[in-house]
């Protein structure tokens, strides 16, 4: 039981010190446009797990380890990914409050949605084992990689991600 917690605090320990280093300016993001803002794949902990080298963009290799390095989000060892897991509370002061004093939930990343095929909001066993052939499905120009243009959500208002003109614009 120790050592299991321990790895998995190594794990965590290992995803923050990306996403931050990602904060940093680290690599810079070859998906185009400009950086995600507060909540998108750079903090998505599915992004961060699947994202092992840190260059912001899944490729073939992650891709095909997805159903190993998504499992590493499973804290409680149930062999699925529930919301607690895969999408934990916003901090403190961002966005608006739930008004029912429970602590909010950003929408749900597109990753999260490819993964989650049956949308009952959890990732099972059989949708984990197969995330290497869903996440292949978000590969809109067939590179065989998934970039930031293809896994960041499209902005509220319907323009394309972060604010700009949708692609081919």
Same mark, same amino acid.
């Not at 050592?3 to 965590?12: D, E, P, Y």
């Given at each position: 039981?120790?050592?299991?917690?321990?790895?998995?605090?190594?794990?965590?320990?290992?995803?923050?010190?990306?996403?931050?280093?990602?904060?940093?300016?680290?690599?810079?993001?070859?998906?185009?446009?400009?950086?995600?803002?507060?909540?998108?794949?750079?903090?998505?902990?599915?992004?961060?797990?699947?994202?092992?080298?840190?260059?912001?963009?899944?490729?073939?290799?992650?891709?095909?380890?997805?159903?190993?390095?998504?499992?590493?989000?499973?804290?409680?060892?149930?062999?699925?990914?529930?919301?607690?897991?895969?999408?934990?509370?916003?901090?403190?002061?961002?966005?608006?409050? *739930?008004?029912?004093?429970?602590?909010?939930?950003?929408?749900?990343?597109?990753?999260?949605?490819?993964?989650?095929?049956?949308?009952?909001?959890?990732?099972?066993?059989?949708?984990?084992?197969?995330?290497?052939?869903?996440?292949?499905?978000?590969?809109?120009?067939?590179?065989?990689?998934l970039t930031q243009d293809e896994i960041?959500?499209?902005?509220p208002n319907g323009c394309g991600g972060?604010?700009?003109? *949708?692609?081919?614009?």
């Amino acid at each position: 039981m120790k050592k299991s917690a321990f790895v998995l605090a190594l794990v965590l320990g290992l995803s923050t010190w990306g996403a931050a280093a990602q904060e940093m300016g680290n690599p810079p993001d070859q998906g185009g446009g400009p950086p995600p803002r507060n909540g998108g794949p750079r903090h998505d902990p599915i992004f961060i797990a699947l994202d092992v080298n840190t260059n912001s963009i899944i490729d073939a290799e992650e891709i095909t380890k997805a159903p190993a390095l998504l499992i590493t989000l499973d804290t409680n060892g149930d062999g699925k990914l529930t919301q607690d897991e895969y999408q934990p509370p916003r901090p403190v002061g961002a966005g608006s409050p *739930p008004s029912n004093g429970q602590q909010s939930r950003p929408p749900v990343s597109p990753l999260v949605a490819a993964l989650d095929v049956n949308g009952d909001g959890v990732i099972d066993s059989d949708e984990l084992a197969n995330a290497s052939v869903t996440l292949k499905q978000l590969d809109k120009n067939g590179d065989g990689q998934l970039t930031q243009d293809e896994i960041r959500p499209p902005h509220p208002n319907g323009c394309g991600g972060h604010g700009g003109p *949708p692609s081919g614009e």
